[in-house]
């Protein structure tokens, strides 16, 4: 296993209230909060993995989903190596924005490769009785918009949080050249100062 840790930044987007930051915090701090306040503008928390061998930092952008923060996340998303269209299943409107949040998603990034991009789609809330969406439904629209991967997920429940992240880094590892990604490595020093680097090649 390499000691150098490759970086990736993935992006949360959906509409305000889906659980975006539910989500994140839920993976990061193992958390859940039932009267959590809307994101203004973007945040971000890291969490280390291991993933097939290697050592990933995962970097998650959580954004604000509503309209008036728009001009707030938009410089956010360049760079972002995945982005994870989240909706929640007992909201239907969440989920007929799907196709908006990708195209602004697209719009915004300037990614290299718009065809070969890595979506992950997420079904949040799947705790609650009461849905809008059906999980065929939801898997139909990820058929017709580049096969991408789709969780049902809860952040209350913590149902599918790690197995959703964890695939949005095996999506990158399979999409793109891992040299391309910036390698975070831990080294000692002889003084016993703990160093760490960033170097944009291996
Ligand atoms: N039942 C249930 N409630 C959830 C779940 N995830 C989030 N919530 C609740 O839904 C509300 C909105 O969650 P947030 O995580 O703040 O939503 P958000 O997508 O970050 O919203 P913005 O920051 O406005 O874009 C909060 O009251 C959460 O407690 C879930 O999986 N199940
Ligand atoms: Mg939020």
Not at 67 to 75: G, I, M, N, Q
Not at 173 to 183: F, G, Q, V
Request: net charge negative; hydrophobic share 35%; aromatic share 10%.
């Amino acid at each position: 296993m390499s000691g150098k840790s490759l970086l990736l930044k993935v992006i949360l987007l959906g509409d305000g209230g889906v659980g975006k930051s539910s989500l994140m915090n839920r993976y990061v701090t193992d958390r859940f909060d039932s009267q959590s306040f809307h994101t203004i503008g973007v945040e971000f928390l890291n969490r280390d993995l291991e993933i097939d061998g290697r050592l990933v930092t995962l970097q998650i952008w959580d954004t604000a989903g509503q309209e008036r923060f728009k001009s707030l996340r938009t410089p956010f998303y360049r760079g972002a190596d995945c982005c994870l269209l989240t909706f929640a299943v007992d909201d239907l409107q969440s989920f007929q924005n799907l196709g908006c949040w990708k195209k602004e998603f697209m719009y915004y990034s300037d990614v290299r490769d718009p065809e070969r991009f890595p979506f992950v789609v997420l079904g949040n809330k799947v705790d609650k009785e009461e849905r809008e969406v059906g999980e065929d439904e939801a898997r139909a629209w990820c058929e017709e918009n580049g096969c991408c991967p789709y969780f049902e997920t809860s952040a209350k429940d913590d149902t599918n949080v790690g197995a959703a992240f964890e695939a949005a880094v095996r999506e990158v590892l399979a999409s793109e050249d891992p040299i391309d990604h910036t390698l975070l490595s831990s080294s000692i020093d002889l003084h016993g100062n703990r160093k760490v680097t960033r170097s944009s090649c291996c």
